[in-house]
């Protein structure tokens, strides 16, 4: 028989049975079972959008997260690139300084600056002029492994801090200092090259400075200056 063949809602549908079976049924019965099977698709319906509205509102706030995390990159991108910009052009004065001594530098500087000077005494005659170059002495330049990060000791502040050893192709940066000296030089020219030495693109800084004044002639200033700067070196040319 073909009922027998087959079985379960398959059976019951292909041979037309559900109507007769709910025929069959009470009114009481049939309203239970038409109640329970809307029960049933209800349910499921529900707990589908459940699931539904769930992963809408994880998807919503991973949006918003994102574009929380865009705006706050959005905002950072100026002083980052700013910051990059001001590194790559420290690299650079680092690497160019590293071309050219600290006293050619200084003598190159003093070389630019001109001013007139009256010849007195015996041989008294009209003003001449003189190069600052021509003024300068040099005198104590050294050159040291710059220490460029915080170090934190105990002690009254007593460096604790080791230092490592430099990596193969690693630029170490050294700080080169040398001591200018200038006799009876005019306090214009004196100011001209302090100015030059401010406004050096490589990093150039004066770490100490005397000046002092033979007479009240402005022409006669003595002046002694330390002078520094940041280079790059490698671990041969600071030994």
Known sequence: ????????????????????????????ERSIVVGGGVAVL???????GFFVQQRVAEMELAVADNAEALRQIRDAAPA?????????AIDESLERARATSLQSSLLAL???????RKVTGEE???AGTERLSDFIKFSNASE???????????????????????????KQVFLSSIEVVFDRVPDTALF?????????PDGLFASSL?????????????????????????AEEGS
């Open 1 to 28: 028989m073909p009922w027998v063949a087959r079985s379960g809602w398959e059976g019951l549908v292909q041979e037309g049975k559900i109507q007769a079976w709910l025929a069959r049924l009470s009114d009481r």
């Open 192 to 200: 001209q090259f302090l100015e030059k030495i401010d406004t050096h």
């Open 80 to 88: 980052y690139l700013s910051n990059r910009k001001e590194d790559r």
């Open 144 to 170: 040291i492994l710059a220490e460029l990060t915080a170090r934190k000791g105990a002690g009254g502040g007593k460096a604790a801090a080791k230092k490592k050893k430099p990596t193969k192709g690693e």
């Open 110 to 116: 003093a070389k630019e600056i001109q001013f007139e």
């Open 210 to 234: 005397d000046v002092s004044r033979e007479s009240t002639d402005h022409e006669h200033f003595r002046a002694k200056l330390t002078i520094a700067q940041f280079r790059y070196g490698g």
């Open 124 to 126: 008294e005659g009209p």
């Open 42 to 48: 209800a349910a499921v319906l529900l707990t589908f």
